[in-house]
């Protein structure tokens, strides 16, 4: 509760000040949430896998993106050989957490390893597994997921060999521990995720206004820039490069893969244009990517005409749709499918890409379907829907404009929630388009 009390201090000045944290109150806030990560979660996490030892190694500059997120603030990267051990005894409901490493990583993990006494590092790994005799030894591999695949060839040729013959059928794929390591949320992160998302909105807002956008003048690629500009401004990054494109009347829909990899750049932005943006940034290990739409309206205009405030209102009726079908336990192909029969049942045409979020942008958990992936996708979307989780609800539903004669996209993507309680925006969604200028 504690701890809880001084992460809303910080957010508290955030909201009032309208300021992002220094470096060493970031570093503060950081080394905070993981502290909680450590004691609380991560036992409850190996219980429920039934791990008792999770091993995950790594070497300078070549960091298991597991292993990245367990590092304190004032850790940019791993030293040297960094091998960190976890052990879990369910029955004396303890949890060891030991760094083979000349240094300990920070507060939480303390080193176990004295060199002067054992010079060779694997022996002294060996030594801590001998002496707990674990039944169940995860290693960070996996097929499906890429961040989970975190052990390079010669780390594992190295372990394996060092390793006594006894312990080697004993060692697994971490794959479930690590995802649920990657995508399980606290309290306390949520209450940072809340504030987080409400900054990406509030940049958005000001990029859709007429204090960046002049009609006529100013390009999708200007307001491209001014994102990137104004989230560096801020101290903060993004963890891709943000888009802007924009749809109009007179011009052809285009396919999936131009909406994602190959849109126009440098257009003019014009009233009666449908602009749209990809974006997201990353704050105290957390990402958002949200996806807006504004309109430019044209002079005589007061409002969007009728017809793309009903496309805004099809959208969110995907979005709807979709969330209602999360339960736990259901696969993302699960929850795909049945979103998209129930979506096309009402007459819309709807397509969902939804991927896990996170401490990653697309992380670790059930993939809910690839834009060019509708019909289910193997391996990530066999995943398990679990609680206290976060995704990028991304998707879009094809639209018929008569008066322009054609199909728009509409193109959402928002933070969403999946808990105890049943799913919620992380903080709030769009629910109507921006208008440029505001009327």
């Known amino acids: ?37 450590f004691d609380n979660l991560l036992p409850q996490l190996m219980d429920r896998t039934e791990f ?43 949890i060891e957490k030991m760094a083979v490493a000349r240094y300990s990583v920070g507060k939480n993990i303390d080193s176990a390893w004295d060199k002067e006494k054992q010079p060779d590092q694997w022996k002294a790994l060996i030594d801590i597994i ?23 060839k010669t780390d594992y040729e190295e372990f394996m060999e060092a390793l006594p013959q006894e312990y080697k059928s004993r060692v697994v794929s971490a794959e479930k521990l690590a995802i649920a390591w990657i995508e399980t949320r606290t309290q306390q992160e949520m209450e940072i995720y809340k504030e987080l998302v409400k900054i990406t909105h509030d940049i958005i807002e000001e990029a859709f206004s007429t204090s960046v956008i002049q009609p006529g003048t ?29 749809q109009r009347s007179g011009e052809v829909l285009k396919s999936h893969i131009v909406s994602f990899s190959d849109r126009p750049k440098d257009k003019v932005i014009r009233p009666g ?7 997201g940034i990353t704050y105290l290990r957390l990402n958002t990517d949200c996806q807006q739409h504004a309109y430019i309206l044209r002079n005589e205009e007061t409002s ?6 009903k496309a805004f209102t099809d959208g969110n009726r995907v979005q709807d749709i979709f969330t209602s079908n999360f339960e736990t336990g259901k696969t993302g192909n699960e929850i795909l499918l049945k979103s998209l029969e129930q979506g096309k049942t009402e007459g819309l045409k709807p397509s969902i890409y939804t991927h896990p979020l996170g401490l990653y942008g697309h992380s670790a958990g059930p993939t809910i379907g690839m834009w060019d992936s509708q019909g289910g996708v193997q391996g990530t979307g066999d995943y398990q829907l679990y609680e206290n989780t976060v995704y990028a609800i991304e998707l879009n539903t094809t639209v018929n404009l008569p008066e322009w004669k054609k199909d728009i996209r509409i193109m959402l993507e928002e933070a969403g929630f999946w808990g105890e309680s049943g799913f919620r925006y992380v903080n709030e969604r769009q629910t109507e388009l921006i208008t440029i200028p505001k009327r």
Request: proline letters at 4%; charged letters at 25%.
């Open 1 to 37: 509760m504690k701890n809880l009390i001084l992460v809303t201090i910080f957010l508290f000045s955030i909201t009032i000040q309208s300021q992002i944290l220094k470096q060493r109150e970031r570093a503060a806030a950081i080394d905070m949430v993981l502290k909680e990560r």
């Open 52 to 94: 008792d030892m999770w091993i995950l190694i790594s070497r300078e500059y070549n960091e298991d993106p597991v292993l990245k997120t367990m590092l304190p603030a004032t850790w940019l990267n791993a030293r040297r050989r960094t091998i960190l051990v976890f052990y879990r005894d369910k029955v004396k409901n303890t």
């Open 130 to 152: 001998s002496k707990r005799n674990p039944q169940k030894i995860g290693i960070n591999y996996s097929k499906d997921f890429g961040i989970l695949d975190g052990i390079v």
């Open 218 to 246: 100013t390009t999708t690629d200007d307001v491209v820039w001014w994102l990137r500009q104004k989230v560096t401004d801020m101290g903060l990054k993004t963890w891709f490069h943000p888009t802007v494109d924009i």
């Open 273 to 279: 244009d449908l602009i749209h943006c990809d974006f």
């Open 304 to 309: 969007p005409p009728e017809s793309l405030v």
